[in-house]
């Protein structure tokens, strides 16, 4: 004999249990509410921070054009190197003047390096060739390289002021060498 399952209870729910999820859906829909406003604040926040730190820029600092490079006792003839890298300049003494030549190259402003075993500067980007005094020779540099404005201080001290550069047609101008 084939019994059929009994038959489901069905119950009311009591008054208690459904006013308890009314409460409980009240608390979720507040702290909805509460994540929801807090994220507007936060994301308000952020962007007047953003706001306020553009008036703040970010800015390199480059150190001054003018700087003192020692006396002019202190090169030989020749050219001398020894400020390539921090200042972006060669110091040349020749037997009656004293003059700076800026490392930058005419061609696309790459910075030449000085072959002394070739007595002249080589551009490695594109093959331009200065020669001791930075007059091109070969290549593709347009010019010669630029001089720095050079000058004697009250010390004696030789003065560099990179701010000012005279092209080939100034070399002979007061301030683009010093007299030895």
């Not at 020749?94 to 402003?109: E, M, P, S």
């Not at 093959?127 to 005094?133: K, T, V």
């Given at each position: 004999m084939k019994t059929s399952p009994p038959a489901p209870i069905e119950r009311e729910a009591p008054a208690a249990e459904v006013a308890g999820s009314s409460s409980l859906t009240e608390t979720v829909n507040k702290?909805?509410?509460?994540?929801?406003?807090?994220?507007?604040?936060?994301?308000?926040?952020t962007n007047f921070l953003m706001f306020l730190r553009f008036f703040f820029p970010r800015a390199l600092f480059e150190p001054s054009p003018v700087f003192r490079i020692g006396y002019?006792?202190?090169f030989s003839l020749g050219v001398d190197t020894r400020f390539q890298d921090q200042y972006r300049i060669w110091v040349v003494r020749?037997?009656?003047?004293?003059?700076?030549?800026?490392?930058?190259?005419?061609?696309?402003?790459c910075t030449p390096l000085w072959s002394p075993s070739e007595n002249k500067f080589k551009c490695p980007c594109h093959?331009?060739?200065?020669?001791?005094?930075g007059i091109n020779f070969e290549g593709p540099a347009p010019r010669p390289m630029d001089r720095a404005k050079v000058e004697l201080d009250a010390e004696g001290q030789i003065v560099v002021?990179?701010?000012?550069l005279y092209t080939s047609k100034e070399f002979n101008e007061p301030g683009a060498y010093i007299p030895l």
């Open positions: 702290l909805r509410r509460r994540l929801v406003w807090t994220s507007i604040w936060g994301f308000l926040a002019p006792s202190d020749t037997t009656d003047r004293l003059f700076v030549i800026y490392a930058r190259c005419t061609h696309l402003g093959g331009s060739g200065y020669d001791m005094e002021d990179v701010s000012r």
